[in-house]
């Protein structure tokens, strides 16, 4: 079973920017779409930026298009460039896989969750 872990998060300058990595534990990654979702304090977990299994396809949540960027490499890491980021950019974080290989935003076709990385931005 694939197993995610994120890294990245951490405190950022609202303007500035970061760098996610989601890594997998196995090659089946190779197979799976990625997802992006992040969660606030008090907010249900949202969906930020998905990429399908081979990086041809994405798609990203209006209020991060041309600011975020979604992209994985040909091993088993995905990685979420934020860049002009704002306060209420910040939240936990998470990556996800999808068995399916597409690049979805319904949080219910992902079944491998991370653990969250937090990423805080400030005014």
């Known amino acids: 079973q694939v197993q995610l872990v994120e890294s990245g998060g951490g405190l950022v300058q609202a303007g500035g920017s970061l760098r996610l990595s989601c890594t997998a534990s196995?090659?089946?990654?190779?197979?799976?779409?990625i997802g992006w979702f992040r969660q606030a304090p008090g907010k249900e977990r949202e969906f930020v930026a998905a990429i399908n299994y081979n990086g041809g396809s994405t798609q990203f949540a209006d209020s991060v298009k041309g600011r975020f960027s979604i992209s994985r490499d040909y091993g088993n890491t995905a990685y979420l460039e934020m860049d002009r980021v704002k306060p209420e950019d910040t939240a936990i974080y998470y990556c996800a896989a999808d068995p399916s290989g597409e690049s979805t935003t319904e949080i219910r076709r992902y079944t491998t969750w991370g653990q969250g990385t937090q990423v805080t931005v400030s005014s």
């Open positions: 196995v090659r089946t990654f190779l197979t799976h779409g």
